[in-house]
């Protein structure tokens, strides 16, 4: 079983940074691709930032120049560095991981997603 668990959400204002972590545990597993979602009231989920191969990392446009993501692979620990924080970003922020595991081939996994507010 795969376990991906998040931290850093929280409150902030406008302009301020929040750091969010997302660590994936578990049996032996393989990680192909790692990403962050997010999904606002009354929205749907939409892709914020993911490496979508090797070190090649994809922002939404409204997050390029703000946001970064990051890895330690030696850790299965995927990061979102968020700067520049606007009321707009508020939401609840999941990560993703696409990876393989020894008997059960690919697929996706979810973080369980933590809470972003933004004051304005």
């Known amino acids: 079983q795969v376990q991906l668990v998040e931290s850093g959400g929280g409150l902030v204002q406008t302009g301020g940074s929040l750091r969010l972590s997302c660590a994936a545990s578990?049996?032996?597993?393989?990680?192909?691709?790692t990403g962050w979602y997010r999904q606002a009231p009354g929205k749907q989920r939409e892709l914020v930032a993911a490496?979508?191969?090797?070190?090649?990392?994809n922002y939404a446009d409204s997050v390029k120049g703000r946001f970064t993501i990051s890895r330690d692979n030696a850790k299965n620990t995927v990061y979102l560095q968020m700067n520049s924080l606007k009321p707009e970003d508020t939401a609840v922020y999941y990560c993703n991981v696409y990876l393989y595991r020894p008997g059960y081939g690919l697929g996706d996994y979810w973080g369980q997603g933590t809470q972003v507010i933004v004051s304005s």
């Open positions: 578990g049996s032996s597993f393989r990680i192909y691709r």
């Open positions: 490496f979508s191969s090797g070190t090649t990392a």
